[in-house]
Structures are given as structure tokens and as C-alpha cells.
């Protein structure tokens, strides 16, 4: 089955920094990779996706780039914020694109802190 | 937060009792998932299940029960059979079958639950 490995643990930067999740994965044909945050307390929420067909995505500060050769695929926060601590957990699935069931794999999280 | 909820919010049990957690949704998704969540290992995959009435088992699911007798609810059991319980639960769901698109799972809040 899949596994994706995640580094960072942890991860702490300066308020106004970037920070720089990476993911690995092992079954080449996942073809759909989301990223959730989860904030102390709450339930993890979808923060951004890319599907196997797209090399790279952003959304305002955030963006994350695929690289399928190598199978792994990574979160960029630019200008960091407070509010961006929280934990970041990565997946992959096999699941995208047709009927089949959406099995998502997660990585093993990194907790975020940003210093203000 | 509507659309998927969890109950209760926290739980304890003692050692060789079953305990059930509930999971309810009101988005009319066909798919639920269980995970249970640890310290530095993501979320793994308890239990999961694409239609009512059928359930799979995940990479996780020995000491673990489940049920899907309506659309709305997936109830996990948590049986003494469970060597180590103590573990935040969470609950998602997501549609199924749209070919254009892969169908994003909603977590619900979680339960902690915690064997004394």
C-alpha cells in the first residue's frame, strides 16, 4: 500500500518568514495530493490540493509543488503569520479522477509555530 | 460547524469496556471514514465505508467495530479488544463518484477518548 513520509516534525520560524513542508510518497500511481491544517483543539480542514497532472498551485500565500519523477510533493507558506501555527499534515490517494473510493494516506504532521 | 458532528466531545472508559463513539452528517455523502489519531503518526485509517450497510476495514481496524445502517451515521466501537484505546478519534466524510473531481473529505470536531 502507500506510505508517505513527511519532514519536518517540527518547525519554527520568525513571523514574516517562509516555511517549507516536505512529503514523499511510494505508489506511483496517486494521482491526488491535499494538504490539511489542523489548529490546536480543531478538526483538520482542506487547505490546498494538486492533482498528478499540475507541477505546482498557489492560493495567496500558500502554494504546493509536485514533483512525480521523485514522488514527492511539498507546502511553501510565505510571509508567515502567527495565526499559521498549527499542525500540517500532508496525504496522497490513489483515488482521483473517476469512481473509485477516496483512500487518503497521511503523512506523520509537522507542527508549525510562528514567532511573532 | 453543522455538516458532521461528533459525539461526546470527550469520553473515558475504563480498562475491558466497550465504548461507542458517534458520528453523525447531514451533507448527504455516501462515504465515512474513521481515524484515529496519535502523536507524531498522522491519522490512520480505522475503518471506512462508501454505502450503507458496507463497511472495509482500514490499516488500523483490529479491535474495532463499525456499523453503516443509515446514510447519516457511523457509529465506531471501541471494544476491549483495543490494547491501547487512548487516542483522539476522528470522523470524515465525502461524496463519492464524481469522475471530474476528487471528492474532499470533512472532518468532523473528534473525541478524545482516554481508558483509565
Known amino acids: 500500500g502507500e506510505n508517505v513520509e513527511q519532514h519536518p516534525s517540527t518547525l519554527s520560524v520568525q513571523e514574516g518568514d517562509s516555511a517549507v513542508i516536505k512529503c514523499t510518497y511510494s505508489?506511483?500511481?496517486?494521482?491526488?495530493f491535499p494538504w490539511y491544517k489542523q489548529e490546536l483543539g480543531k478538526r483538520p480542514q482542506l487547505i490546498i490540493d494538486?492533482?498528478?497532472?499540475?507541477g505546482e498551485k498557489k492560493d495567496q500565500r500558500i502554494a504546493v509543488t509536485l514533483n512525480k519523477t521523485a514522488k514527492h510533493f511539498s507546502l511553501h507558506i510565505t510571509e508567515t503569520q502567527p495565526e499559521d501555527s498549527a499542525v500540517y499534515f500532508c496525504?496522497?490517494?490513489?483515488?482521483?479522477?473517476?469512481?473509485?473510493?477516496?483512500?487518503?494516506?497521511f503523512g506523520q504532521g509537522t507542527i508549525l509555530t510562528v514567532h511573532p | 460547524d453543522g455538516g458532521i458532528t461528533q459525539s461526546p466531545k470527550y469520553l473515558f472508559r475504563k480498562e475491558g469496556q466497550n465504548v461507542t463513539l458517534s458520528c453523525e452528517q447531514n451533507?448527504?455523502?455516501?462515504?465515512m471514514y474513521w481515524y484515529r489519531q496519535d502523536p507524531g503518526q498522522g491519522l490512520r485509517l480505522i475503518y471506512y465505508?462508501?454505502?450503507?450497510?458496507?463497511?472495509q476495514k482500514g490499516d488500523i481496524a483490529e479491535g474495532y467495530s463499525v456499523s453503516r445502517e443509515k446514510k447519516e451515521s457511523f457509529p465506531l466501537t471501541v471494544t476491549s479488544a483495543q490494547k491501547n484505546p487512548t487516542a483522539f478519534y476522528l470522523c470524515?466524510?465525502?461524496?463519492?463518484?464524481?469522475?471530474?473531481?476528487?471528492?474532499?473529505?470533512?472532518f468532523g470536531p473528534g473525541t478524545r477518548l482516554t481508558v483509565l
Open positions: 470524515a466524510s465525502s461524496i463519492v463518484g464524481r469522475a471530474s473531481s476528487y471528492n474532499e473529505q470533512f
Open positions: 465505508s462508501q454505502i450503507v450497510n458496507d463497511f
Open positions: 496525504a496522497a490517494t490513489t483515488g482521483a479522477g473517476g469512481t473509485s473510493y477516496g483512500k487518503l494516506t
Open positions: 505508489d506511483s500511481a496517486s494521482n491526488y
Open positions: 451533507l448527504n455523502h455516501d462515504a
Open positions: 494538486i492533482r498528478s497532472n499540475v
